[in-house]
């Protein structure tokens, strides 16, 4: 018979101290996490159906993430809302983005565990929840508002103002109070504004990418001119007026200015500089994490637009073409919130349309990119000399 030696490990287990403080489920409060499972179907029938107990966890679990989400958010809003964003604290920032989309990332997955529910199963218990609707979560509607989605750009739920659907004024006086507040999208508006090298007196980035637009698009024109089949050139030709057209709306601060007026555009034109500069130079220490920000930034807009898809596809799967039980028109109405009104960040999804081949990039004078690497450049940065930016340009062209 083989002996084991007893497990070093183990020889301290009965002598640890006893602590007065929580034990696990005091300290979690399972005792009432574990028991906010009430089946309406075992109410109603005395027999309950089983995936309704997968339905109720399921939505309880979303909102869990999202109050830790909505937790992350305000302190991110909080960081931003400081008069100048200390670099020290961008670390912060991206820490805790990155989390919101990890956090995204689950929830979006989570729709799978869901679609495990048979739509026969779901008709058996959902005939219970009438009035309940997941368009009565507050927290979501708190997150949408705090990254800064407008009311005027949400679809009408049930020909009604989406406030209306809360039955407890507190809930309203919340939602209005989030409104009010600066969100996410405004305090990253005012922090692009600030963006170092904008100035107009030190590297004045956009007196450099509009003259770095202009020879692009002069190249662009010549390349399309000496097309020698007229097919060709004139496919050429009308490629190159969408591209300068396009250039124009960026370029011009009063076209830009009118599409923010229509909606099309979120950020402020100051914003839309800071925005292209920081993309331009990510590969400078300055710029990196503010480049990142913005790359999640867009990733919790992307999450949310392929969570809010696959709840309308669980939804077309488990209800077809039926009602809601909050009374909207179920898919239909879940359907037309998959567009670019619901996005927040819509304008860093298209910085693209207004990149430069790396070519044309205006180049950073080494002096400049010293000050830019130790953000001071609002301290050191003079006026360049003609000579100094003509130097750049030749440099840029080569």
């Known amino acids: 018979m083989c002996s084991y030696a007893q497990d070093a490990a183990q020889d301290g287990i009965n002598k640890v101290k006893t602590s007065s403080g929580p034990t696990y489920s005091e300290y979690l409060k399972l005792d009432r996490l574990l028991s906010c499972q009430h089946l309406l179907s075992e109410e109603h029938t005395g027999e309950g159906v089983p995936d309704e107990h997968l339905f109720i966890v399921t939505h ?14 305000d302190n991110v809003r909080k960081i931003f809302m400081a008069p100048i964003v200390d670099e020290n604290n961008t670390l912060r920032i991206v820490s805790n983005l990155e989390r919101i989309v990890k956090i995204l ?32 979560s507050l927290q979501f509607r708190l997150l949408e508002n705090k990254l800064g ?9 049930n020909a009604q103002f989406y406030k209306n659907v809360f039955r407890k004024e507190e809930d309203k006086k919340t939602l209005e109070d989030s409104e009010t507040e600066m969100s996410l999208l405004r305090l990253v508006e005012k922090w692009l504004e600030r963006t170092p090298g904008l100035e107009p007196g030190g590297f004045n980035f956009w007196k450099r990418y509009k003259f770095s637009v202009a020879r692009y698009l ?21 490629e190159f007026e969408k591209v300068k057209s396009s250039f124009e709306s960026i370029l011009d601060p009063d076209i830009h200015r009118a599409l923010m007026e229509r909606g099309d555009r979120r950020l402020s034109h100051k914003a839309m500089q800071g925005a292209l500069m920081t993309s331009f130079y990510r590969e400078m220490p300055r710029f990196s994490q503010p480049y990142q920000v913005l790359t999640l930034l867009m990733d919790i807009d992307s999450l949310l637009t392929k969570w809010r898809y696959n709840h309308v596809m669980l939804v077309q799967r488990m209800l077809g073409n039926k009602q809601g039980t909050g009374g909207s ?14 996005k ?3 304008d860093l999804f298209n910085l693209s349309t207004w990149l ?43």
Request: proline share 4%; glycine share 2%.
């Open 344 to 346: 927040i960040f819509l």
């Open 105 to 136: 990332k689950l929830l979006v997955d989570q729709v799978l565990i869901l679609e495990t529910m048979s739509p026969l199963e779901f008709i058996e218990f959902r005939k219970f929840l009438s009035p309940a609707s997941g368009f009565q």
């Open 60 to 73: 309880q679990a979303y909102e869990l993430w999202f109050k830790q989400i909505l937790f992350d958010l």
């Open 149 to 157: 989605l407008k009311s005027s750009y949400r679809v009408q739920y």
């Open 356 to 398: 430069l081949p790396r070519a044309y990039i205006p180049s950073i004078p080494p002096a400049v990119c010293r000050t830019l690497s130790c953000s001071q450049l609002h301290e050191a940065l003079d006026e360049l000399t003609i000579e100094e930016e003509k130097s750049m340009f030749i440099h840029a062209r080569q």
């Open 218 to 238: 002069e190249n662009q024109q010549k390349s399309a001119e000496n097309c020698k089949d007229e097919d060709e050139k004139k496919e050429a030709l009308a």
């Open 329 to 342: 028109s179920g898919y239909m109405y879940l359907r037309s919130t998959i567009s670019d009104r619901y």
